[in-house]
């Protein structure tokens, strides 16, 4: 697929056949994750690689909006480990940069993903904490869901010119 | 380019060629901004294009780390209007997924760019809020400076399996 299109056709995929990941291509995934930019290169992040099915279905009860996930072979939880990080407002960026480049690179390799936000609703954070065993030190931040699209989604206009602004306001 | 290659490729490119950047391409690169995700789809987010010399040439006056942006054709100020977000959390993760869709569509179309932190440091909001008659509504969140390359940066191994978990901790 072409970098470009690849941008402007991503779309938040919630349902997936039933097939797994392979483990190379959650790798080639997380590969994409740590190249995106952060403060300094700072690079203030974890991810836990969820596949295993009881697992995958416990999340929708720490998580009300990843009911998909339940069905899903696969999720990753983007984690923050703040003291990594350039100061506590590069933790969102970095990792929203990361979270990001995963949504894009699931894309660009045929598979089908979604962004459930984590960061800053506290009873998820610490669901998730919970169900996974996460220290005190890091923070999730973010669970993508993914796995091959069972569905196909058109793609938005999205382009707003009163959004764009010519050397001041 | 194809896209995952493009996820890996990108790099901060701080030095650019003395050469416009087309206003087609401009559009091109806020269209796959306007195509990142945001919470559930609220879009929060403007865009302020600032490619008047003199305007370049005061930005390292309020953002002491953009001092490339006085020899960019270009730059773009990403903003967000916290009112049209889904909550205050959720502005730093949707504009930073615009924020890195910027930075990917332009690497795509064959130009460089990089990521100048502005959110949470608030005397870069207030200098870019000055400078650019920003309303009190909107908050001035990212500047990415961009051009065409006039560096080539070697591309970093940056995959640490140290920071992939499985299933939990």
Redesign the interface.
Known sequence: ????????T?R?IRQYQDKAVPAEIV??I???A????S?VDT?P????????AD?LREIPSVHQYAKMAARAPCAILVCAEPALAH????V??DC??A???I???A???GLGAV?C?V???PDREAGFRS?????ES?QPF?LVVLGYPDEARPQPE???PE???????
Chains 1, 2 share one sequence.
């Open positions: 697929m072409e970098a470009y299109e690849a941008l402007i991503r938040s790798d080639k997380l590969g994409a740590m190249q995106a930019p403060a690079q992040w974890h991810f836990v690689v969820i596949d295993e697992l100061g506590p407002g590069y969102p960026q929203s940069a979270t990001e480049n949504l894009l690179a894309h660009a390799l962004w936000g960061y800053a609703v169900l996974l065993s996460i220290p890091v973010s999205r382009f707003k959004r764009v602004h010519r050397n001041g306001w």
